[in-house]
T-cell receptor, first 115, second 114 residues
Framework: AQTVTQSQPEMSVQEAETVTLSCTYD???????LFWYKQPPSRQMILVIR??????QNATENRFSVNFQKAAKSFSLKISDSQLGDAAMYFC????????????FGKGTKLTVNP | DTGVSQDPRHKITKRGQNVTFRCDPI?????LYWYRQTLGQGPEFLTY????????KSRLLSDRFSAERPKGSFSTLEIQRTEQGDSAMYLC????????????FGPGTRLTVL
């Protein structure tokens, strides 16, 4: 069974600084995709970034980028120029390209942004 | 473009009562998912529909839980004889026609069982 581990229950960063959130996963599959979702307090979960496992190039979305290391099964999220609005729970998720269409989530990392 | 909507947003019920939640996916999405999220945890998969067909169910979905998507549009999740352990956020997500498409989440229904 696939598992996703987020080893940092909480992280904090100063406004305008850079922070990296860690995620590792366990799978025996070769074709899959990975996500980072953001869940602000009492608000719905929104997609931050998506990475297909077959792509060697790391995905980027404005201030958000990932470091995808397929062999190490690592998928970290870097947030540059942190803003107060980035404060949220961040969830790493794994999805299989074939077979089950469910997403498997980690337990999340709570990010605090200090002014 | 309206997103995924869920109703109600909050539900408080007494143990033993039945509850039903509704999810309206993004209009052109044919895939619909239900997840459950307890405090301090990530969402856990419950079940998945493609159009009106329920294609996958988690072992978490006990026989007290039933989900339907009768016309391939909105979906309902019913919990019978609720237990305190059912207290959680119930999330609905939808994705488009392509397999492996990004899942977009609704705001969730927070269930409290007293």
């Amino acid at each position: 069974a696939q598992t996703v581990t987020q080893s940092q229950p909480e992280m904090s960063v100063q406004e305008a600084e850079t922070v990296t959130l860690s995620c590792t996963y366990d799978t025996s599959e070769s074709d899959y995709y990975l996500f980072w979702y953001k869940q602000p307090p009492s608000r719905q979960m929104i997609l931050v970034i998506r990475q297909e496992a077959y792509k060697q190039q790391n995905a980027t979305e404005n201030r958000f980028s990932v470091n995808f290391q397929k062999a190490a099964k690592s998928f970290s999220l870097k947030i540059s120029d942190s803003q107060l609005g980035d404060a949220a729970m961040y969830f790493c998720a794994y999805g299989l390209q074939g077979g089950s269409e469910k997403l498997v989530f980690g337990k999340g990392t709570k990010l605090t942004v200090n002014p | 473009d309206t997103g995924v909507s869920q109703d109600p947003r909050h539900k408080i019920t007494k143990r033993g009562q039945n509850v039903t939640f509704r999810c309206d996916p993004i209009s052109e999405h044919n895939r619909l998912y239900w997840y459950r999220q307890t405090l301090g945890q990530g969402p856990e998969f419950l079940t998945y529909f493609q159009n009106e067909a329920q294609l996958e169910k988690s072992r978490l979905l006990s026989d007290r839980f039933s989900a339907e998507r009768p016309k391939g549009s909105f979906s309902t999740l019913e919990i019978q004889r609720t237990e305190q352990g059912d207290s959680a956020m119930y999330l609905c997500a939808s994705s488009g026609q392509v397999r492996g498409g990004t899942q977009y989440f609704g705001p969730g229904t927070r269930l409290t069982v007293l």
